[in-house]
């Protein structure tokens, strides 16, 4: 089946063509994405009413460039999947009323997508063999406005072993990046000035840190994240320096936000890892999604965390970790293949947890069941 997928729920304009054969297994046809990045900077984040407006702008051109990449029509698709939440709802609203349309006009399925099941199911897709991300498996989902570790059972079924109590570690990328004056976006300009730090460090031969910065949550036996106080502890040694940071002293400071925010997702996870070898199953994969997964540091100590528990580590490439329209369209061939479908009347929605997907499963389908059907 060859689906259209499209992508509005952020400050990322996307629509792609993504095929599932009868394996399960996932091919992009092609996956445009236009990033409205420059549009938003000089805000120093995103603005929504510019994001909604410029996501009318550009996607009805997104999707004919996509189409045509693809070598297809509207009418070689079998469904038109479109996020309708979680996100900034004027945005998610241009995207969904945009796929409801198509489907509409062209007689096809429209498949109501939510983002995070997008991110949730992109292992899936770009898995060299569908057997190696067959259900269930761990995963952790890190964004700009997510940070939780999930057990994925199935199409539709999430269970929350753990979430943040306050920031995303996104987020908290974010912010320490505005704080250390690093430019935006915050988490790929930390992860930039700590490769200067580590460069000029090395050279230097200094071993110690500069900075000690305390590792959120280590220990706890829960799964929970909290990164503002990593963040404030950020603004408390920029505080205490007599003179204003140099650009030194500005890249060690991301250099210690990001080891400590790395080893604290490598402690959480870990103990994430126990508890679903324990409740779940052993010996399934720790999967990773979204766009702090884009992190080479992160990735490294999660590889390292999964090694350790006797699970095989899985992360898609560094492209598909953040928003894009694959992940979506997968989703969505995901759900049409077990014959989930929505009707035109879905309504979008700004929250959308995915634990409250479960009314969207298949209907007494569990792991087991899913895994059976191939799905
Ligand atoms: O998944 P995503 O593209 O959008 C959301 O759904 O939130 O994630 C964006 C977040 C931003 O907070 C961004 O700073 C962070 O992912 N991010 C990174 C890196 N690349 C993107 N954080 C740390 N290191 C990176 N290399
Ligand atoms: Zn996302």
């Known amino acids: 089946?060859?689906?259209?997928?499209?992508?509005?729920?952020?400050?990322?304009?996307?629509?792609?063509?993504?095929?599932?054969?009868?394996?399960?297994?996932?091919?992009?046809?092609?996956?445009?994405?236009?990033?409205?990045?420059?549009?938003?900077?000089?805000?120093?984040?995103?603005?929504?009413?510019?994001?909604?407006?410029?996501?009318?702008?550009?996607?009805?051109?997104?999707?004919?460039?996509?189409?045509?990449?693809?070598?297809?029509?509207?009418?070689?698709?079998?469904?038109?999947?479109?996020?309708?939440g979680p996100g900034l709802i004027?945005?998610?609203m241009v995207g969904a009323l945009t796929a409801k349309a198509i489907a509409w006009a062209r007689g096809l399925p429209f498949i109501a997508v939510n983002h995070l099941e997008g991110h949730a199911l992109t292992a899936r897709l770009t898995a060299d063999d569908p057997a190696?991300?067959?259900?269930?498996?761990?995963?952790?989902?890190?964004?700009?406005?997510?940070?939780?570790?999930?057990?994925?059972?199935?199409?539709?079924?999430?269970?929350v072993l753990g979430t943040t109590v306050d920031d995303a570690v996104g987020e908290a990328f974010d912010k320490t990046a505005k704080l250390l004056d690093l430019g935006y976006p915050g988490g790929p300009a930390v992860e930039r000035a700590a490769e200067r730090s580590a460069r000029r460090r090395a050279e230097a031969g200094e071993e110690t840190p500069r900075f000690r910065l305390p590792i959120p949550m280590r220990g706890r036996d829960d799964c929970a994240f909290s990164f503002s106080g990593l963040k404030t502890a950020v603004r408390q040694q920029l505080e205490r320096l007599d003179t204003p940071p140099g650009e030194a002293e500005r890249e060690d400071l991301a250099a210690a936000f990001q080891t400590n925010a790395a080893r604290s997702i490598a402690d959480r996870t870990a103990r994430a890892c126990a508890r679903f070898t324990a409740e779940v199953a052993p010996g399934r994969p720790?999967?990773?999604?979204?766009?702090?997964?884009?992190?080479?540091?992160?990735?490294?100590?999660?590889?390292?965390?999964?090694d350790?528990?006797?699970?095989?580590?899985?992360?898609?490439?560094?492209?598909?970790?953040?928003?894009?329209?694959?992940?979506?369209?997968?989703a969505g061939a995901e759900r049409l293949a077990l014959g989930l479908t929505d009707g035109l009347d879905f309504r979008p929605r700004p929250r959308w947890p995915l634990a409250d997907l479960a009314d969207r499963a298949p209907p007494g389908a569990g792991a087991a069941a899913q895994a059976e059907a191939g799905a």
Request: charged share 20%.
């Open 1 to 84: 089946m060859r689906i259209l997928g499209i992508e509005t729920s952020c400050d990322e304009t996307a629509a792609a063509i993504v095929e599932r054969d009868a394996n399960g297994r996932g091919l992009i046809r092609a996956n445009v994405v236009l990033s409205q990045l420059d549009e938003h900077r000089a805000y120093g984040g995103v603005v929504p009413e510019i994001a909604a407006r410029s996501h009318l702008d550009h996607l009805d051109r997104l999707i004919a460039q996509a189409l045509e990449e693809a070598g297809s029509g509207f009418d070689d698709l079998d469904g038109i999947a479109a996020t309708a």
């Open 90 to 92: 004027g945005g998610v």
């Open 132 to 159: 190696e991300a067959a259900f269930p498996y761990l995963l952790l989902l890190v964004s700009g406005g997510h940070c939780q570790l999930l057990a994925v059972e199935g199409v539709g079924r999430y269970r």
């Open 286 to 306: 720790l999967v990773v999604a979204g766009g702090v997964a884009a992190n080479k540091v992160i990735r490294a100590e999660l590889a390292r965390v999964a």
């Open 308 to 330: 350790a528990a006797g699970m095989t580590f899985l992360a898609p490439p560094l492209k598909l970790c953040t928003d894009n329209a694959a992940m979506i369209a997968w």
